[in-house]
């Protein structure tokens, strides 16, 4: 696969559109979990599993989701917040941004157990604490209350939170776990107030996600009441670019309690990262003056560990450096201000200096666009030329009413017809442009019918000349059928269970080693001894399943290797190179030897060379052949003595 990693561009963007580690738009996401605790959600549920004994309710299932979404965005995603809102208790509390408790009978049976703030690690070890520990005196705040619990009261709760904590956020999520699908079947009143909540909080932006939980005796139907509360998502939703199926059979679990905190920790992880669009709202142009609107983003791309502060480790406890850059003249040792610094290039041996006015001029290919520049079949696309990330677009109404209708015209026109679109497409402000290939995709699902790939367009950048490297030129002798048949049965053996392969299911290890060394570091926990790699290949199920397979493929490879093996003596000769050669000098008289002068051909120079860095010593090399060597090798043999040694060294360094 090509690398996915988004192009970082950062001197190309505005000063007010800033992109964080990710690539996208720099979004705070806000999540307060709004979880249960009633009779039956704190009913533990055993283990289907007879090797597994552990049993679970629902509560603790679902505090330990939270706990674990906060374990891991407390590193992954430092500037977030998350809270903890329990309802159904018999205590209640609740605390405005001062920190003045502004009473109990405000919300009652809502306790707010954890704030809506950036977590600390302190809170983090609270929240396991009570998601862990039975003994544990915070278990006194999961006492279900014996008066039933106002939806609106809830929900108007979760309203001032995120008003006061988090006013000024683009993401806002409230997630509902709850196995009562009818809280209030006997109160229109009640449930009509529950329903201008609900819209309240759709009107401040806030998202509510449900996840529900069917009891051993009762499917959870959310028709009932949840349905006036949820709002589907829709293609005009620019966080939301698929739409998000609420199925109760993908959220809920058994009577299994194992397959409850499974279940739920994975569809709270699927829903926990928000879709940010990478570019919103870019017109597609068609044709002159006839203009659509669309979304872009990034579905595919590489995450690495990347560093958000320095940490100072000297004090009684650990502190964030705050960095600060000053530019000193080499002459004078004098602090340089920032309007004395200009921006130069080097052309024909001359510094030529340019402004910022200038520089942005020369960035400036014009407004972010997406114009279709012609038409060609699909076959026009080799494989080898999708090198870069892909972008994603969908249809946006917000700046053009009929943007989804003319896009889903324009997709199902290319499907077809089997053909691409050329674009020229410019992503930002002052970005660089692109040509790329737009490509229809079709919508892709699983085989419970949930949607894991939507319809929409993928724009392709296409690579330039110097991007694509021709293929070295290789003989390859196609092996004996008998060869071919048995390895055909080896490979039927390996496959996965109905060709299915989940990338999802196999974490990075080297990613998840770096978070679990951090996580030990700020809660103060002990240093796991190795990491987890989900991506080693289990090795007792190969031999089982392939072993006699592969050691008969090993015996016949054998009997091709010596049907067509040359008959006759053979030699023991092999040739040496310089190094050799040089060494056995050494040895026989103990003193250095004469450096053998290269035999002509690139193997030889190469060995002479090679010979000569690894003992440091490539500076003794006469010119001609440092020149001759980097020729070969298809480098720059222009300059002095010292420039040649340093392209040398640096060749062996990359290689």
Known sequence: MADN????????????????????????????FAIEVSDSMLARRASSDPKKS??????????????????????????????????GTQASKFYDEDENSRGDLSYPHCYLFTDLDIPS??????????????????????????EPVSMSNVLFCANQIFTSKAPNFLSRRLFIVTDNDNPHADSKSLRSAATVRAKDLYDLGVTIELFPISNPDHDFDSSKFYDDIIYKASPTDPEAPSY?????????????GISLLSTLLSSINSRSVPRRAYITNVPLELGPNFKISVSGYLLFKRQEPSRNCFVWLGGEKPQIVSGVTTQIADDTA????????????????????????ELKDLRNFGDPVIRIIGFKPMSALPFW????????????????IGSTRVFSALHQTLLRDKKLALVWFIPRRNGAPILGAMVAGEEKLDEDGVQRFPPGMWIIPLPFADDVRQNPETSLNVAPEPLIDQMRMIVQQLQLPKASYEPLKYPNPSLQWHYRILQALALDEDLPEQPEDKTKPKYRQIDKRAGDYVLSWAEELEKQDAKTAPSGPKSTLVKRGVKDRVADAEDASGKPAKRVKAEHGPEALDDEVNFHYQKGSVSKLTVATLKEFLTSHGRSAAGKKADLVERVEEYFERK
């Not at 610094?341 to 024909?348: L, V």
């Open 385 to 400: 030329a999708n090198v870069k990330h892909p972008f994603f677009i969908y249809p946006s109404e917000e700046d053009v």
């Open 334 to 357: 004098r602090t340089i201000e920032k309007w004395e610094i200009k921006k130069a290039y080097k052309f024909g041996g001359d510094q030529v200096s340019f402004s910022p006015e």
């Open 244 to 256: 998000l199926k609420l199925d109760s059979k993908d959220t809920t679990a058994t009577a299994d």
């Open 5 to 32: 990693n988004p192009s970082r561009e950062d001197d190309q963007l505005d000063e007010e559109e800033e992109l964080d580690d990710t690539g996208y738009k720099s979004v705070k996401d806000a999540i307060l």
């Open 121 to 146: 690690a302190q809170e983090v070890k609270e929240l396991r604490a009570l998601a862990e520990d039975d003994e544990t005196d915070l278990r006194e705040v999961l006492t279900p209350s014996k």
């Open 54 to 87: 552990v049993e679970e309710s629902p509560t603790t299932a679902a505090l330990k989701c939270a706990y674990h979404l906060m374990q891991q965005r407390i590193i992954s995603n430092p500037q977030d917040m998350m809270g903890i809102l329990l309802y």
